[in-house]
Structure formats: structure tokens, C-alpha cells
């Protein structure tokens, strides 16, 4: 069974930094894509960040210049390096894995339970 945990998150300033990790567990063949999703309260889930197979990475608008998402694929993890956080920022962190899992054999969609942060001005 494949599993994405989520960690790091937590309490800070604005301005303040926090680093997220997203570990892939399980019966994995390979890992393609790996994204960070956000959740505000009241608001949709949104894309934070993405980090391909190929090594390409995307941003938010919102976050662009503060955030960094980075992987090691040795590792089946994913993190997410947020800089210079806005109260704005605060939301459940969601890690996000397309995943190629020996129980199907084929490619799935997975996600972790999140990770709190918040961001007090």
C-alpha cells in the first residue's frame, strides 16, 4: 500500500520560514509528478507547487519567489522550502504523488493527510 506523510508544519511570524516534507512509502515502482496543494478555511484546495519526472517546476503566482519545492527522487521525497510567510499563507499543506504502485501496476494519484500551517501577523 502506498502512503504520502506529510511534515514540518507549524507556528510562525510573518516573515518566517518553515520547510516542508512529503515522504512516499509503500510498494512503489517509480514516482512521477510531486506537488504541494493548500486548503484556507472556507476556501478550495489549491496548487502551491509542482516538481515533474522530467525536473520542471511550477508555482502559484502567490508564491512565486518565496516558495521552492525540490525533491530526492533517491528517497521518494518531496519538500517544500517556504520563505518570507504571509498570514495569507496559512492553510493545510497537502502533498500530492502520481505514483506508479506494484499492487496496481499502473499509475495512481495520492495524496498525504496535510500538514497545519499558520502564519500569525
Known amino acids: 500500500q502506498v502512503q504520502l506523510v506529510e511534515s514540518g508544519g507549524g507556528l510562525v511570524q510573518a516573515g518566517g520560514t518553515l520547510r516542508l516534507s512529503c515522504v512516499a512509502s509503500?510498494?512503489?515502482?517509480?514516482?512521477?509528478?510531486m506537488a504541494w496543494y493548500r486548503q484556507a478555511p472556507g476556501e478550495q484546495r489549491e496548487l502551491v507547487a509542482t516538481?515533474?519526472?522530467?525536473?520542471?517546476?511550477t508555482y502559484a503566482e502567490s508564491v512565486k519567489d518565496r516558495f521552492t519545492i525540490s525533491r530526492d527522487s533517491a528517497k521518494n521525497t518531496a519538500y517544500l522550502q517556504m520563505n518570507s510567510l504571509k498570514p495569507e499563507d496559512t492553510a493545510v499543506y497537502y502533498c500530492?504523488?502520481?505514483?506508479?504502485?506494484?499492487?496496481?501496476?499502473?499509475?495512481?494519484?495520492?495524496w498525504g493527510r496535510g500538514t497545519q500551517v499558520t502564519v500569525s501577523s
Open positions: 516538481f515533474t519526472g522530467g525536473g520542471t517546476t
Open positions: 500530492n504523488a502520481n505514483i506508479w504502485a506494484r499492487a496496481t501496476m499502473t499509475w495512481g494519484d495520492y
Open positions: 509503500g510498494n512503489i515502482l517509480s514516482v512521477g509528478r
